[in-house]
Nanobody, 122 residues
């Protein structure tokens, strides 16, 4: 089970850090990711991290502004969001994939948490 938190309202240029806490065992082969969905738009890949390698992957729209990381216990994944823009406004959800099939396709992920709302005002 995945539990996302940390969303809120922030002004453009500000920062937020999202957390995704995993209950139950997360294996080193897992891929953890963040997706987001704005009203009227399709779900968009934001970032992913593969636990047993230093691999991180980012969507083009967030590269250089967002950073995904995880704790050593492999129980929590973070998304540090800097230089936020109004177009980052969305519901952000975390997801887990048991074995890597795709970093960016939502259908590749086996588990999903509930979303947390991020609103960036201009």
């Amino acid at each position: 089970q995945l539990q996302a938190s940390g969303g809120g309202l922030v002004q453009a240029g500000g920062s937020l850090r999202l957390s995704c806490a995993a209950s139950g065992r997360i294996f080193s082969s897992y891929v953890m990711a963040w997706f987001r969905q704005a009203p009227g738009k399709e779900r968009e890949f934001v970032a992913a991290i593969k636990w047993n390698s230093p691999t991180t992957v980012y969507g083009d729209s967030v590269k250089g502004r967002f950073t995904i990381s995880g704790d050593d216990a492999k129980t929590t994944v973070y998304l540090q969001m800097n230089r936020l823009k109004p177009e980052d406004t969305a519901v952000y959800s975390c997801a887990a994939q048991r074995v890597l099939r795709s970093y960016v396709l939502p259908v590749a992920y086996d588990y999903w948490g509930q979303g947390t709302q991020v609103t960036v005002s201009s």
